[in-house]
């Protein structure tokens, strides 16, 4: 899971290159969704990425420290099963 989120490939922002649909957005920002995007900057996870110990860039975010928040933060959200 870690692995896919950190190169920001996962079939929640990508499944769309194999269904020749449009990108997804974010339905809470109307922008494109990306794991940056969820990870590091929507007000819908904001509270949520209170579990990391620093989630200012995606990188710092997905680091090894973070490893049990990063799951955490994926299952509680319910989207561990669409990386």
Same mark, same amino acid.
């Given at each position: 899971?870690?692995?896919?989120? *950190?190169?920001?490939?996962?079939?929640?922002?990508?499944?769309?290159?194999?269904? /020749?649909?449009?990108?997804?957005? +974010?339905?809470? +920002?109307?922008? %494109?969704?990306?794991? %940056?995007?969820?990870?590091? *900057? +929507?007000? /819908?996870?904001?509270?949520?990425?209170?579990?990391? /110990?620093?989630?200012?860039?995606? *990188? @710092?975010?997905?680091?090894?420290?973070?490893?049990?928040?990063?799951?955490?933060?994926?299952?509680?959200?319910? @989207?561990?099963?669409?990386?």
């Amino acid at each position: 899971m870690r692995s896919r989120a *950190r190169i920001g490939h996962t079939h929640l922002t990508h499944s769309f290159l194999i269904t /020749k649909e449009p990108a997804p957005l +974010c339905d809470a +920002c109307n922008v %494109d969704l990306s794991i %940056d995007h969820i990870v590091t *900057r +929507c007000p /819908k996870y904001a509270v949520a990425r209170k579990i990391f /110990k620093d989630s200012s860039s995606l *990188r @710092l975010a997905l680091s090894e420290e973070n490893t049990e928040a990063i799951y955490n933060f994926f299952y509680f959200k319910h @989207l561990n099963n669409k990386l």
